[in-house]
């Protein structure tokens, strides 16, 4: 089978776009989608995206997100400014506002006139079971608004972390130079964390002053990306909670700069996160499997 597809990335975290409206994928197994993700033997990515037909009547488009281990996920925040791009470039709609379907969420993408994306990610998630995250007898302490956790990790020392899901579940933790973070040691321990039923993406935050953060992120079944704009927004509503940082916030990933804003003042917890960042092409094929 030849398969097209598209190579696109939101400031280094890369994806492979696959127009599933026009094209036959329902026989595509995990083991295909790793193939395709896989960097020496296929074409390499952090994560597909495959973009069909909406099953929800209040929306444009669908997408679904698979990492490079080939499973679903729920959201994705890079690849949905990429999806924006990709949409409006091959001409699939004219509309520079969409309503996309994602897991169980419909999300508000806007492609602006210098061809930013900006992405309104919904209300942050901060109930335990729907993050999830099971706290168990864990030690807890507030900070701020934010009720962190001491998680414990296998021969290492615990972290004190904050789960917030953005439609995907987060656990942010403060460092203080996030070039010296762990990220490769402690990533792997807090993603697989069995308080984390589904697993979790480990963010590490450096804040620079009250708009501006520094932020790695190591994503489950991804590793470590050049960015994360799910882990972006996650880590700036902590932070915010935390009352450390204040919208606007320049986000600095390895990949480049995304801005966050959430007006949990005037718009409450419930508020949606807005990201605001660019979505680049690399290159179009086609690719027999």
Request: aromatic residues 6%; charged residues 20%; negative net charge.
């Amino acid at each position: 089978m030849k398969l097209s597809f598209t190579k696109m990335h939101g400031l280094g975290n890369d994806f492979i776009v696959i127009d599933a409206i026009d094209q036959q994928i329902d026989h595509l197994t995990s083991s295909d989608w790793r193939f395709l993700a896989n960097r020496h033997l296929g074409i390499g990515a952090d994560q597909i995206l495959l973009v069909e037909k909406p099953s929800n009547p209040d929306a444009d488009f669908k997408y679904r997100i698979l990492n490079a281990d080939g499973f679903e996920v729920e959201q994705c925040g890079n690849g949905s400014r990429c999806f924006v791009r990709f949409v409006r470039d091959r001409g699939l709609t004219d509309k520079t506002q969409i309503i996309v379907e994602v897991g169980a969420r419909l999300i508000t993408l806007t492609e602006l006139p210098n061809l930013q994306v900006t992405v309104n990610m919904g209300a942050p998630i901060l109930e335990s079971e729907s993050i999830p995250f099971l706290p168990g007898t864990l030690e807890k302490k507030m900070s701020g608004h934010a009720q962190l956790y001491f998680l414990p990790l296998a021969s290492n020392p615990a972290v004190w972390v904050h789960p917030v899901s953005m439609g995907n579940p987060h656990a942010v933790q403060i460092v203080s130079d996030v070039k010296q973070a762990p990220v490769h040691l402690l990533g792997p321990l807090i993603e697989n964390h069995p308080a984390f039923p589904k697993r979790v993406n480990a963010g590490f935050m450096e804040i620079v002053h009250a708009h501006h953060i520094r932020l790695r992120v190591f994503e489950r079944g991804s590793g470590e990306t050049l960015s994360c704009g799910t882990g972006a927004c996650a880590a700036v509503v902590s932070g915010m909670l935390q009352n450390l940082i204040q919208s606007p916030v320049q986000v600095t990933t390895r990949g480049g700069e995304l801005t966050i804003a959430w007006d949990k003042v005037g718009g409450g917890q419930q508020a949606p996160v807005m990201m605001t960042g660019p979505a680049s092409f690399v290159f179009e094929g086609h690719i027999e499997i």
